[in-house]
């Protein structure tokens, strides 16, 4: 029952990789997606994000005004580290309990949690493999530049704003190099997927 760890910078393919390992059998958790549901019109989560940054970070029919307050947050650590102490349990709690589930569904699962702030949140979870997306940042630039339509001054403060590249590649048990073809990316996804035991072998042997 092998709990994997997938992380990558912004525009660094890692939702690429996740779905073709969801495509090989994978259960694959997506981070982002369970932030969006713990901040969801009711929710605790949604009530003290308002009471911390004000009412106006709601929209009117009670739902998270993500631009508003992302651009509250954007670049002052301050208030990103009093918003993540409020999201962050709630997303771990959830998390946990998607892990377990599937676990208890099959037993034999292979469980890939896609989380951006790996290094930021969760490092330090127990983790049988991490795997990393990694593509330069001249690439992601040009990446955010062309598919997200970004200017490239908003694209460059993005990927600043996230943890340098080396944090990542540092807890890195496995690289996928995105910086060439779709079909290199997912040749290496697939020689993961076929090499999976052994690769998590040899994490626990350095453990």
Excluded: C
């Amino acid at each position: 029952m092998p709990l994997v760890a997938l992380t990558g910078g912004i525009a660094s393919g890692k939702s690429t990789i996740a779905r073709r390992l969801a495509e090989h059998g994978a259960v694959v958790v997506d981070a982002d997606q369970l932030v969006r549901e713990v901040q969801s019109p009711g929710s605790p989560v949604l009530a003290r994000i308002a009471d911390a940054f004000g009412a106006d970070m709601l929209r009117p029919d009670g739902s998270l005004d993500r631009a508003a307050l992302g651009g509250l947050v954007f670049g002052d650590r301050d208030a990103i580290a009093r918003l993540n102490a409020i999201v962050h349990p709630a997303v771990r709690a959830e998390s946990a309990r998607r892990f377990a589930a599937a676990f208890a569904a099959d037993p034999s699962a292979v469980v890939v949690y896609d989380v951006p702030l790996l290094v930021e949140a969760r490092v330090d979870d127990p983790w049988e493999l991490i795997v990393v997306a990694h593509a330069p940042a001249e690439v992601r630039v040009q990446r955010l530049v062309d598919l997200r339509g970004l200017s490239r001054s908003e694209a460059v403060a993005r990927i600043d704003s996230q943890v340098p590249d080396d944090a990542r590649l540092a807890i890195a048990d496995v690289v996928i190099d995105t910086s060439g073809s779709l079909a290199d990316t997912l040749r290496q996804v697939d020689d993961l997927w076929a090499g999976l035991d052994g690769h998590i072998a040899r994490r626990a042997s350095r453990a």
